[in-house]
């Protein structure tokens, strides 16, 4: 694909519970997540009204819960070379959770975790053979149905803005003062705002990512939240450019956050 390094390529929830994560997030964000296909794995992708796919659902096995995976969302982002990342990763203070592999007609891609032990995988993707320049928009600053912002919450705000500046060319400008929280500091992927990091709350138990999915209408994207036995963790609260966000945890435990206008 033509992404180039550092962008956000795809975003992956990991639950025990696709039939269930596909009701919930239906009714919350618009999307239809497709049903299991046949085959060993349970892998669906994530449809969008227009067509196109937001992410992809991965069924969470009972090998994999004993192996310490929880339910929650993950991202790719694109490198150009995937082992060379990794390397610089290790060599970095950061750790390998899955070696990299291939995947024919996907490309190439490993699980790893940034020094302060936040997962995210990095990917070097195989394009479609009819559209080898096609460019992933999973991401999107203003859409809903895709992400909208990436949320880092870690034990070491200033190592890990460093850390993914050198691995991913990311840059920190600007910031908003939370007073005892600390700061919530803008990053960016060349011109465009991609997201913030900001200290761990002491109710988070581990550094991690959160991604803001895109809706139509906050209030009742927050009510389906509920109606759907998700548990909303913020009320809506207003952002800079007067749109809203809430934070949330789906029914089976994945940890989310929702961005849009306010309709009523």
Known sequence: ????????????????????????????????????????????????????????????????????????????????????????????????????????????????????????????PEPPRDQPDAVSDVFSVDRPQHVRWNELSTTDPAGAIDFYGRHFGWRQDGDMDMGELGKYQFLY?????????????????????TFYIGVDDIDGATEAVRSGGGQVLQEPIEIPGGEYSINALDPQGAAFGLVGPRNR
Request: cysteine-free; overall charge negative; hydrophobic content about 40%.
């Open 1 to 124: 694909m033509a992404n180039q390094q550092g962008s956000f390529i795809w975003y992956e929830l990991m639950t025990p519970d696709p039939d269930g994560a596909k009701g919930f997030y239906d009714a919350v964000v618009g999307w239809d997540i497709e049903p299991q296909a046949a085959g060993e794995m349970d892998y669906r992708m994530i449809g969008r009204s227009d067509g196109k796919h937001a992410g992809g659902v991965m069924r969470l096995s009972d090998q994999m819960r004993e192996g310490g995976a929880r339910p929650g969302w993950l991202t790719y982002i694109a490198v150009d070379d995937v082992d060379a990342a990794v390397s610089a990763i290790e060599g970095d203070g950061g750790r390998t959770l899955m070696p990299a592999h291939d995947l024919p007609g996907v490309g190439r891609f490993a699980l790893v975790a940034d020094p302060q032990g936040a997962p995210f995988y990095v990917m070097r």
């Open 189 to 209: 992927r060349g011109g465009t705002m991609i997201g913030a990091v900001m200290p761990r709350m002491p109710q988070m138990p581990a550094s991690a990512w």
